[in-house]
Every structure is written in structure tokens, then in C-alpha cells.
T-cell receptor, first 114, second 115 residues
């Protein structure tokens, strides 16, 4: 069974600062994928970034980077230069091999302060 | 191109009634998923369709829930004899097969309220 743990129910960050959202996972699979999704107050789920279990380099997508520490089973999301529009719920998720369903954490609500 | 669409966007029903929720995946996506997001909770997997294979129903919470996917495209999630605990946002997602990250693209959701 797979499990995602997000220990920060809520986070505050000053505009233009960097913020790290924590995510740890548990799985017995050798091959798996880790995802981060953003859910603004409008409710849509927006894909942000992906890390494969065999990827040696940390994934980056614009202002988003994923700090992947396989031995610690952590996949923290780093948002650089926070913007007011980054205020949202952030979900960490994982799946096994292929197109299997995602297992989600309970999310972290990020609030960016001007 | 068009994203995943869901209808209705909102549904209010009375306890005991049946409801049908519809999902139109992205054209060409072979995998389709239903999730449920209850107030204050994360997303809970319900059912998964992959091509012509038998669906994975392991996430359905009770036999009141069922889903079908016609012609490998549109899917309908049916909840029979609705209960108040069924109130949630029902999200549909689709993904392609073996392309890129197989990331799932989500629809806007259907907010179900059972009175």
C-alpha cells in the first residue's frame, strides 16, 4: 500500500520569499512517481511537477522544484519567489507503475502575505 | 485542446434519491479516474478505467456506487439511494498511456449536496 503524509496543514510565506512544503511517502514499489498539484479556491486541480523514482536529478518547473530524497522517502516542494497567486491548497501524490490511480496526502494550505 | 469536462457542476438532491455524474475525458486519453474530495479531506480514489480492461473498483465505498465508461470515452458515476455522507466534490481525471509523466488532468468537479 502507498501512503502520503503532509504534516503542515497550513503555511504562511511573505511575498517574494521561498517556501518549502513537506511531503513524505511510503511504498514498497521500486518504481513509482511523485506529483504535486495545486488547488486554488476555484477548486481546479493543477499539475505542477513530477519526479520519477529513478530520476537522479531533482525535477524543476519554473519557480517550482522538487527536493527528492529517496533514502528518506521525502519529496518536498520548493516554491521560489512566492507570489500572491500562489495562495492555494497543495497536494502531494504518488502512483505506482504506469497509469495507476494517485494516492494523495491531505494537503497544505499556503497563504502568501503581501 | 479541450480539457476534462464534468456535468453538472453542482447537484443538490434529497436523501434516498439516485444521482448520475458525467465525465468527458480529454480526447484520446485511455485512462479515466473518479476521485472524491470531502470537506477538509484529501482526495479519495473511487474507480479507475484503463482502455478495455475491467475497471478497478477497489475504491468504491459501498455497493450504492457504480460507474461505467461507454465507448472508451464518456463515463458516468451513479450513486443510488444517496446519503448525507455522500456530500462531496466528485472529481474526474484522465491520462494518456505511456506518454510523458502520465500526469492526470482533472476536470472542474461536481459538487454534490445531499439534503
Amino acid at each position: 500500500a502507498q501512503k502520503i503524509t503532509q504534516t503542515q496543514p497550513g503555511m504562511f510565506v511573505q511575498e517574494k520569499e521561498a517556501v518549502t512544503l513537506d511531503c513524505t511517502y511510503d511504498t514498497s514499489d521500486q518504481s513509482y512517481g511523485l506529483f504535486w498539484y495545486k488547488q486554488p479556491s476555484s477548486g481546479e486541480m493543477i499539475f505542477l511537477i513530477y519526479q520519477g523514482s529513478y530520476d537522479e536529478q531533482n525535477a524543476t518547473e519554473g519557480r517550482y522544484s522538487l527536493n527528492f530524497q529517496k533514502a528518506r522517502k521525502s519529496a518536498n516542494l520548493v516554491i521560489s519567489a512566492s507570489q500572491l497567486g500562489d495562495s492555494a491548497m497543495y497536494f502531494c501524490a504518488m502512483r505506482g507503475w504506469g497509469n495507476t490511480p494517485l494516492v494523495f496526502g491531505k494537503g497544505t494550505r499556503l497563504s502568501v502575505i503581501a | 485542446g479541450a480539457g476534462v469536462s464534468q456535468s453538472p457542476s453542482n447537484k443538490v438532491t434529497e436523501k434516498g434519491k439516485d444521482v448520475e455524474l458525467r465525465c468527458d475525458p480529454i480526447s484520446g486519453h485511455t485512462a479515466l479516474y473518479w476521485y472524491r474530495q470531502s470537506l477538509g479531506q484529501g482526495l479519495e480514489f473511487l474507480i479507475y478505467f484503463q482502455g478495455n480492461s475491467a475497471p478497478d473498483k477497489s475504491g468504491l465505498p459501498s455497493d450504492r456506487f457504480s460507474a461505467e465508461r461507454t465507448g472508451g470515452s464518456v463515463s458516468t458515476l451513479t450513486i443510488q439511494r444517496t446519503q448525507q455522507e455522500d456530500s462531496a466534490v466528485y472529481l474526474c481525471a484522465s491520462s494518456a498511456t505511456w506518454t510523458g509523466y502520465n500526469e492526470q488532468f482533472f476536470g472542474p468537479g461536481t459538487r454534490l449536496t445531499v439534503l
